[in-house]
């Protein structure tokens, strides 16, 4: 079992920044690619950005590319998602996920999700 706790959410002006953290305790955290998906209220969960096993890769979701950067941080079991130019279509959401996967960017490929962190982004 691999337990995920997310923090660093709130709210902030167009153009802002945030940086979310993901918590993991349980199993061998380095066994796991992670990812951070997002759903806005009525729409599906959707992708936006994922780490390898490693930390050596990474890949993003179109609509994130160039203002996000996930890495993650072995010595401590924690993944981050620094977020910058935040846009008010970025208010979400937020959720942290493991799963025994490599490039995984759907939602079913993960076992292990946190409880999500709001973010807001006002106009």
């Known amino acids: 079992q691999v337990q995920l706790v997310e923090s660093g959410g709130g709210l902030v002006q167009a153009g802002g920044s945030l940086r979310l953290s993901c918590a993991a305790s349980?199993?061998?955290?380095?066994?796991?690619?992670m990812a951070w998906f997002r759903q806005a209220p009525g729409k599906e969960r959707e992708f936006v950005a994922g780490?390898?096993?490693?930390?050596?890769?990474?890949y993003y979701a179109d609509s994130v590319k160039g203002r996000f950067t996930i890495s993650r941080d072995s010595a401590k079991n924690t993944v981050y998602l620094q977020m910058n130019s935040l846009k008010p279509e970025d208010t979400a959401v937020y959720y942290c996920?493991?799963?025994?996967?490599?490039?995984?960017?759907?939602?079913?490929?993960?076992?292990?999700w946190g409880q999500g962190t709001q973010v807001t982004v006002s106009s």
């Open positions: 780490i390898r096993r490693s930390g050596a890769g990474t």
């Open positions: 996920a493991a799963g025994v996967v490599t490039l995984g960017t759907r939602s079913v490929e993960y076992d292990y």
């Open positions: 349980g199993r061998t955290f380095s066994s796991y690619g």
